[in-house]
Nanobody, 125 residues
């Protein structure tokens, strides 16, 4: 599986961005897709995951109500709509694909099998 993330950029606080992650290779619809982010000097952290067949999405508490993860299996693409952005959302955002995740492991970066290259989101105050 190859993943290509895009859509990052510079936005003012309160603004919005939509990230995309296009996948190719192994059956995309069978993968649970995750979004992670890594700010300078910090560990990579879980942002959201969208389940493979049901499309159910799960979020870290700090983005609930602001971010929405969706997927289009026909296009092999997942999206992360980010609204009401805050300066603390500034990070490199990564998408990842996992084929053997559970609800208890989906927040762990090591549970994912494939990673995209990351896209930088900068939120100015």
């Amino acid at each position: 599986v190859q993943l290509q993330a895009s859509g990052g950029g510079l936005v003012q606080a309160g603004g919005s961005l939509r990230l995309s992650c296009a996948g190719s290779g192994r059956t995309f619809s069978g993968a649970t897709m995750g979004w992670f982010r890594q700010a300078p000097g910090k560990e990579r952290e879980f942002v959201a995951a969208i389940w493979r067949r049901t499309g159910s999405a799960y979020y870290t508490d700090s983005v609930k109500g602001r971010f929405t993860a969706t997927r289009d299996n026909a296009k092999n693409t997942v999206y992360l709509q980010m609204n009401s952005l805050k300066p603390e959302d500034t990070a490199v955002y990564y998408c990842a694909a996992g084929f053997s995740l559970t609800l208890s492991t989906m927040r762990e970066p090591t549970s994912y099998d494939y990673w995209g290259q990351g896209t930088l989101v900068t939120v100015s105050s």
